[in-house]
T-cell receptor, first 109, second 114 residues
Framework: AQRVTQPEKLLSVFKGAPVELKCNYS??????LFWYVQYSRQRLQLLLR??SRESIKGFTADLNKGETSFHLKKPFAQEEDSAMYYC???????????FGKGTHLIIQP | EAGVAQSPRYKIIEKRQSVAFWCNPI?????LYWYQQILGQGPKLLIQ????????DSQLPKDRFSAERLKGVDSTLKIQPAKLEDSAVYLC????????????FGQGTRLTVV
């Protein structure tokens, strides 16, 4: 069975501070990992995926297969980063995503 | 391009009643998903269609939930009869075919069962 764990329900940091949202997964094969974001009153949208190895809005995430982690990082938080962040996994033959419970990120001024 | 459209946005029903949700995916997207998101949790996949065929419905409570995608475009998700624990946001998403593709989500339908 596949599972995604986001240990922090809420993370509050000050503007300009570094941010790290943790994500650990459980999957026996080679998964695809994603970070989705939901800003207030907006729909869920893709932030980044491990296969692209890109930086979006200053965020990066590296897949660590040894630690089965895909933590999301940003060196300097901005107020507009406040949102719900969901880590998700896609594995197996189907394309459906398995989501973690989400982390509510609050950036304080 | 137009996004995934869902209706209604909100629905309140009494337990044991029935309810239906509608989804119109992005034009040309062959894959359509329905997710259930209970308050405080991440979305959970209920069913996945590719065109008008079911790819995965392993987590769909088939005794009360049903879904169809006639003609491989729009989709409806029905609950009959509803239970209190069905209160959730029901999200529809669509994507083009293939593994390296992005799923685009609708705004969701917030269902409250009283």
């Amino acid at each position: 069975a596949q599972r995604v764990t986001q240990p922090e329900k809420l993370l509050s940091v000050f503007k300009g501070a570094p941010v790290e949202l943790k994500c650990n997964y459980s999957y026996s094969g080679s998964p695809e990992l994603f970070w989705y974001v939901q800003y207030s009153r907006q729909r869920l949208q893709l932030l980044l995926r491990h296969i692209s190895r890109e930086s979006i809005k200053g965020f990066t995430a590296d897949l660590n297969k040894g630690e089965t982690s895909f933590h999301l990082k940003k060196p300097f938080a901005q107020e507009e980063d406040s949102a719900m962040y969901y880590c998700a996994l896609r594995g197996g033959g189907a394309d459906g995503l398995t989501f973690g419970k989400g982390t509510h990120l609050i950036i304080q001024p | 391009e137009a996004g995934v459209a869902q209706s209604p946005r909100y629905k309140i029903i009494e337990k044991r009643q029935s309810v239906a949700f509608w989804c119109n995916p992005i034009s040309g997207h062959a894959t359509l998903y329905w997710y259930q998101q209970i308050l405080g949790q991440g979305p959970k996949l209920l069913i996945q269609f590719q065109n008008n065929g079911v790819v995965d419905d392993s987590q769909l409570p088939k005794d009360r939930f049903s879904a169809e995608r006639l003609k491989g475009v729009d989709s409806t998700l029905k609950i009959q009869p509803a239970k209190l624990e069905d209160s959730a946001v029901y999200l529809c998403a669509s994507s083009s075919v293939g593994r390296d593709t992005e799923a685009f989500f609708g705004q969701g339908t917030r269902l409250t069962v009283v």
